[in-house]
């Protein structure tokens, strides 16, 4: 690959640039590519004006962000009073705008360069609008996604914990819901936040997040979980020492919900490789094998509920399956 590399030529001028055009696509339709006859004068203004356009347009872009950050910069007077609290603020579409060109990674990076990431966690992550709170969480969220440079710019300035106590007592559910949305772009594939995460009690937050009366938060709080624990098989012993399999169990006593289907994908999590988690979920005080047996009637031939009968069935072949009859060998 490292020859590969030193061996390509990049262009030099507009026909070098549209035969690299030619060539990609002729690959891409396992075509040979074809020489290219020498380039009009209308043809080089014609391709000319094409890159000038996309070029103006990222400029472009930069300029709306920058006219952008000068509306959030804008210190609001002490005297100011809504009338309605739900009434629309023009910093909410302001938000809106940049989360939208931030999709663009370039934009997210120079969103960052140019201070409206911490502008953002300094004073919106906890503004005393709800509105404003989560449209800045989801824009930290747009930004952190698959860009580790702007990740560890985040950690650095200290949005997780911010993150993870909005998403744990925030009174707007949005808010909350929105919180751990960036929490997870913050600790998904990005070592630096998982260690942090794990330093703030983030399992913790969880746990509670799949408690709660929010349906959104409880049914993402549990798909984080699940993705954490399969991602990072290392930490599973730790989890069931936080007492995670008795929660979970709980949660699963709770009226049926579809996020039970991450639930117990995280039991079987807890349970895989984890001697620890199996003991805890073989305890007959917890009483999981009649539970296993109840569910997975409850779930037979609702097409809806395949996956969680899986899991179902798996917990319980990997937990209870010649398990009992080993007890009762010991016992006579």
Known sequence: MAEERQGRRYPQNLQGVLQLAVEAGSAA???????????????K?????????????????????????????TEEPNNQEREDEEEEDDRETVFE??????????????????????????????????????????LVASCAQNMPQVQLYLLDIGTLPKLLEMTDSDPHPT?????????????????????????????????????????????????????????????????????????????????HSHFHEHVLGALCCLVEDCPP?????????LGLDELLKHRSTELQGKEECEEELAFCERLRTMCFTGHQSEDNGMDR
């Open 97 to 138: 705008t940049l989360t939208e060109l931030c999709d663009n990674l370039d934009n997210a990076r120079d969103l960052m360069t140019l201070g409206g990431l911490e502008l953002c966690v300094s004073r919106y992550l906890n503004h005393e609008q709800g509105g404003l709170r989560w449209r800045a969480a989801e």
């Open 45 to 73: 203004a014609w391709l000319r004006e094409a890159l000038s356009d996309i070029c103006k347009g990222q400029m472009d872009e930069v300029e709306q962000m920058k006219q952008c950050l000068e509306l959030l910069r």
């Open 175 to 255: 808010v909350r819901v929105k919180a751990l949305y960036a929490v997870s772009c913050l600790v998904r594939e990005q070592e630096a936040g998982l260690k942090a995460f794990l330093s703030l009690d983030g399992f913790s937050v969880l746990m509670r997040g799949m408690q709660s009366e929010n349906k959104k938060l409880r049914i993402k709080s549990a798909f984080l979980l699940l993705n954490l624990l399969t991602s990072h098989p290392e930490h599973r012993a730790t989890v069931v020492s936080m007492g995670m399999v008795q929660q979970l169990v709980s949660v699963l006593r709770m009226p």
């Open 29 to 43: 339709e396992g075509q040979e590519p074809t020489a290219l006859d020498p380039m009009s004068e209308e043809r």
């Open 277 to 285: 988690g199996l003991r805890e979920c073989r305890d007959s005080a």
